[in-house]
Structures are given as C-alpha cells and as structure tokens.
C-alpha cells in the first residue's frame, strides 16, 4: 500500500461528505453516512497499512503476525474515528447550528455506530490491501 493511494481515497471520502453536506443530502437520506464512514474507515486503515509498512521497512523489522497487524491498523483506526467524531461534535456545535445544516451526531448510538463502520472499513482494507504482502 502506498501513501499516494490512501490519502487519495480519504481526500475523495471527505470530498463526498463536504458535498453531502452542502447539498443537503443528510437530510434526504439520514442513512449516507454509513458508507461514508466505511469508506473513511476504509482509507483511514489504507493508510495505517502504509504506515505500518514503511515502519517495518525503515527499521528493518521481519515479518510480525498477522493478528498484531490486524490489531495496529484497527488500533489506528480506531484513534482516527475518535478524532472524526470529535470534529463532527465541534462542526454542529459551531458551524452546522449556525448555517442550518444537518446535524451529524444524531445520538450515542450513531456514535457507536459509526465507529462500528469504521472499523468494518478498516477490516475490509486490511483484507483487502494489508494480507498480500503476509500471503
């Protein structure tokens, strides 16, 4: 995995939320942030995968058990979702009250499940992009 393609693909995630957000689409469809947030969690352990790996390259470290790299991209995954939700949080406390857009944190259990989300993301891109190189 590169870095090119994981920032690529969370610059094309968060373009997609920016433009739900100003077209309204929150509101027509109270469900889109799902994929959202799977793609973010998508791009988000892409990019754990990059990290990790150029880690591994720079210092020389042999191969590591799956399970450990499975645990450090859901970790990093993890961490990233804290930090959206908390942006989230900060945009409808400022912004979103202010302009009348649709708020993002509907409840707790949105909450939960966008972290969920986002680590079933993060799942399918360590599937996906993260066992190659172990195979």
Known sequence: ???????????????VNAISLGLGWYKMFPNIDIPLH???GLAAGMFAIALHDDFKRR???????????LLFVLGFVALVAIAWEFHEYVLDRT????????????SVADTIGDFLNGLIGAFVGFSAFGRKKRA
Request: proline letters at 2%.
């Open 38 to 40: 799977l793609g973010g």
């Open 59 to 69: 210092h020389q470290v042999g191969r590591t058990p799956a399970w450990y790299d």
């Open 1 to 15: 995995m590169t870095y090119r393609k994981a920032i690529a693909t969370g610059i094309a995630v968060y373009a």
């Open 95 to 106: 912004i979103v009250t202010r302009f009348n857009f649709a708020i993002n944190q509907m």
